[in-house]
């Protein structure tokens, strides 16, 4: 008896609908085609387990599964439950009546538990795309599952839950979940606050403009003076993740296998921090398997690089392309994924390798040329795409030791929104473009005027500052950002003149 049941293969972001057919006839063999990998050999032995201990048997005759279409490579154990669906229908065991109507996923344990699968979310949304009745997966998965309208998702516990299901024996409600309720329940609910930073007045104003255009930036200051602590601190300044993007981050958390079981969606933008010493593949994607990267992990929030210089240069330079198209793609020799990379990149360093060059009290005793070699690890490529330079002093004890309060990140947040609106209605009619950052060059020349004192003020700043020319972009773009934050239609020379502070690496007196 020939039996089809539906599973799902997850590609990128995406995913496609896979046919497992189980076809049982004479013999008393058991064969798998159709591209599958070890682990979904190996799912053979955690099938007749689990059959077992739900009080069914495993056929004794040959067992033909094919999963279709053959071309496509099939990874991982998630393809467990339909396969022992499957074979339970072949052999007249279960009515295969209503398998038709349901994609199934979940990973088998030997006593026939559901383990969680990656890319709920996904595979959801392709099977209501392809006007599947539901979906059943583990219950740890249901509630990312469940944000598809219009699809009934069944979290299950077991093997036998699944039969109960299809036998009729048991009749569980679908999960219910509501989207906008669930989204809006948890927004903001950030742990860190701009309020519990002291001092620091002039790097807080650098991060606002940051934030309110999407620049990327870089922090440059000896240790303890707070760098990494204003970075964590700069996702709660940034305007709430609309639903679109939430869906997106979850998408991608989905995938990676990285979202939480409590959280049925993402309500706050990802913060991302990994340490020095990942390798190029773990940043920005890839591997046998292609999973999303660090990159993507950080779409539509930030990734914050503490102590750039310490970081292979070859992994420095494999984000140039990503910070430019804002998306990442993986080639492989039978198919390419692309996954979504726009975030925000914050760097923090030490001005030299003892930590203390320019420091107002502490002598520096690196030696001659060895603050120059130091930043030179990073190239110029990478920082022409890092807009803010902003250096960080250590605060003094009577900041420190001052019980006025700070500002708090809803009042900065208010202030970035406002600055926001303001380039979504300038960027509407343009695909893909919804902050400054994202001007191209010819965009800049048009949006970004400047009158006839601006020009002579970016030349004068140009020669007797050392400015290299390709900073005189950015320079432009973050001007522009500071006046949508004062309300300015034109850059004004206070807004270039500011803009103009926030360049320190491009300084040839920088090390010099």
């Not at 309020?195 to 870089?218: F, T, Y």
């Not at 760097?347 to 060059?357: D, E, L, T």
């Not at 994202?438 to 004068?460: P, T, Y």
Request: with cysteine; aromatic share 6%.
């Amino acid at each position: 008896m020939l039996v089809k049941t539906y599973g799902s293969a997850v590609y990128g972001v995406d995913a496609i609908t896979i046919t497992i057919e189980v076809n049982i006839g004479a013999g008393s063999s058991y064969y798998m085609v159709g591209l599958p990998d070890n682990a979904v050999k190996e799912s053979q032995y955690r099938v007749e387990s689990a059959i077992r201990i739900a009080g069914y048997h495993m056929p004794r005759q040959k067992i033909l599964v094919n999963l279709a279409p053959a071309d496509i490579r099939k990874e991982g154990s998630a393809y467990d439950l339909t396969i022992a669906i499957g074979i339970l229908a072949a052999s007249g065991q279960i009515d295969a009546e209503k398998l038709g109507s349901y994609v199934i996923m979940g990973e088998l344990s030997l006593d026939g538990g559901l383990q969680s699968i990656k890319g709920a979310l996904p595979i959801a949304i392709q099977a209501r795309k392809e006007g599947f009745k539901g979906l059943i997966v583990p219950k740890v998965n249901a509630n990312e599952a469940a944000i598809v309208n219009d699809l009934d998702v069944y979290g299950m516990d077991s093997l036998l839950d699944v039969v109960n299901f299809f036998t009729g024996k048991e009749q569980p409600q679908p999960v219910q979940i509501d989207t906008r309720k669930e989204f809006y329940k948890q927004i903001n609910s950030y742990e860190q606050d701009f309020s519990d930073v002291k001092g620091q007045e002039n790097i807080k104003r650098a991060l606002e403009i940051a934030a309110a255009g999407g620049h990327n930036v870089i922090l440059i200051g000896p240790p303890g003076a707070g760098k990494t602590m204003l970075a964590k601190r700069l996702p709660t300044i940034l305007p709430p993740l609309n639903l679109p993007e939430a869906l997106e981050s979850t998408k991608i958390y989905s995938v990676a296998g990285r979202l939480p079981a409590a959280n049925a969606l993402m309500t706050e933008r990802p913060y991302r921090s990994p340490h020095h010493t990942i390798s190029d593949v773990a940043l920005v994607g890839g591997g046998m398997n292609p999973q999303p990267g660090e990159i993507s992990l950080a779409h539509n929030g930030v990734l914050f690089l503490d102590e750039l210089p310490e970081f292979k240069r070859t992994v420095l330079e494999v984000m140039r392309q990503p910070l430019e198209d804002r998306k990442v793609t993986i080639s492989r020799a039978r198919f390419s994924v692309e996954y979504p990379a726009s975030f925000m990149l914050v760097a923090s360093m030490n001005p030299c390798p003892c930590g203390f060059y320019n420091h107002p009290e502490k002598e520096c005793v690196c030696g001659p040329g060895v603050v120059q070699k130091y930043l030179s690890k990073i190239s110029g490529p990478l920082l022409d795409r890092i807009d803010l330079h902003v250096e960080v002093t250590p605060v003094n004890f009577s900041e420190l030791s001052s019980s006025r309060p700070a500002e708090k990140s809803s009042l900065i947040r208010e202030r970035v929104i406002k600055a926001r609106e303001v380039q979504d209605t300038r960027f509407a009619e343009l695909d893909g473009v919804h902050s400054n950052a994202q001007m191209s060059a010819n965009m800049v020349r048009k949006i970004c005027e400047i009158d006839d004192v601006g020009r002579g003020l970016i030349k004068q700043a140009m020669e007797k500052l050392g400015l290299s020319a390709r900073a005189y972009d950015r320079i432009l773009k973050v001007a522009r950002t500071i006046a949508d934050l004062a309300g300015s239609e034109k850059i004004a020379i206070e807004h270039l003149a500011e803009a103009i502070h926030y360049r320190s690496l491009d300084r040839e007196s920088w090390a010099g």
